[in-house]
């Protein structure tokens, strides 16, 4: 097993729209296992491939209590949206330090393939809703904060690039004094 890197946005890959998985295999079967470490050591509730320089349509999901009702979706649809919306403040393991509300439907109902191959379909609310969808926007290429306004998305990515230099500076200074 493995922790893979997870892209930090503003990185442009993170708004690659994701293959379908042609055949559910070993190598696919890897990743999944890649992937669920990944988000469980982050920690997160969900993770698309895609956050993980991976462009193919695979998703894990734990939204439980105690980390142990892993969900993993391959090839996964959205097959009926609530007319029903809820508010939900969203986080990114791609957008750290940044959580805001986002309106999204408050039920739908997914289908997918599990890590066999084998089709299933499901019905999501709470805050399984909420993850499903924000995963599936990340298999489009679309982060959260794309839902925001632009005057947000505008502070935010100024905020981020502000850290980003803040961070350079600090490793170029850590470089001189050793
Ligand atoms: O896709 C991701 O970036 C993962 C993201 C999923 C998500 C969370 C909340 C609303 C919508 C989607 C996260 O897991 S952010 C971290 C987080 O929510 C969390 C972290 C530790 C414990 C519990 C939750
Ligand atoms: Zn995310």
Same mark, same amino acid.
């Given at each position: 097993?493995?922790?893979?890197? @997870?892209? #930090?946005?503003?990185?442009?890959?993170? &708004?690659?729209? %994701?293959?379908?998985? %042609? #055949?559910?295999?070993?190598? @696919?079967?890897?990743?999944?296992?890649?992937?669920?470490?990944?988000?469980?050591?982050?920690? /997160?509730? /969900?993770?698309?491939?895609?956050?993980?320089?991976?462009?193919?349509?695979?998703?894990?999901?734990?939204?439980?209590?105690?980390?142990?009702?892993?969900?993993?979706?391959?090839?996964?649809?959205?097959?009926?949206? =609530?007319?029903?919306?809820?508010?939900?403040?969203?986080? !990114?393991? =791609?957008?750290? /330090?940044?959580?805001? *509300?986002?309106?999204?439907?408050? +039920?739908? $109902?997914?289908?997918?393939?599990?890590?066999?191959?084998?089709?299933? +379909?499901? &019905? %999501?609310?709470?805050?399984? %809703?909420? !993850?499903? #969808? &924000?995963?599936?926007?990340?298999?489009?290429? *679309?982060?959260?904060? +794309? &839902?925001?306004s632009l005057l947000k998305q505008n502070r935010i990515l100024t905020?981020?690039?502000?850290? #980003?230099?803040?961070?350079?500076?600090?490793?170029?200074?850590? $470089?001189?004094?050793?």
């Open positions: 097993m493995a922790l893979l890197p @997870i892209l #930090q946005y503003p990185d442009e890959r993170l &708004h690659t729209v %994701a293959k379908p998985v %042609a #055949q559910v295999d070993d190598r @696919i079967r890897q990743l999944v296992k890649d992937m669920a470490e990944t988000m469980y050591d982050a920690p /997160g509730v /969900g993770l698309a491939a895609s956050q993980v320089d991976v462009h193919e349509r695979v998703v894990v999901i734990d939204v439980s209590e105690e980390g142990n009702d892993l969900l993993v979706l391959i090839n996964p649809e959205i097959t009926w949206y =609530s007319e029903e919306s809820q508010v939900y403040e969203e986080g !990114c393991l =791609s957008v750290e /330090g940044v959580y805001d *509300k986002v309106e999204r439907a408050s +039920e739908v $109902k997914v289908k997918a393939l599990d890590e066999n191959g084998k089709p299933f +379909e499901f &019905h %999501a609310d709470g805050l399984l %809703a909420v !993850c499903v #969808q &924000h995963e599936l926007d990340h298999l489009d290429g *679309k982060v959260f904060v +794309e &839902h925001l905020r981020i690039r502000k850290q #980003q230099r803040e961070a350079k500076k600090a490793a170029a200074a850590e $470089k001189v004094t050793v």
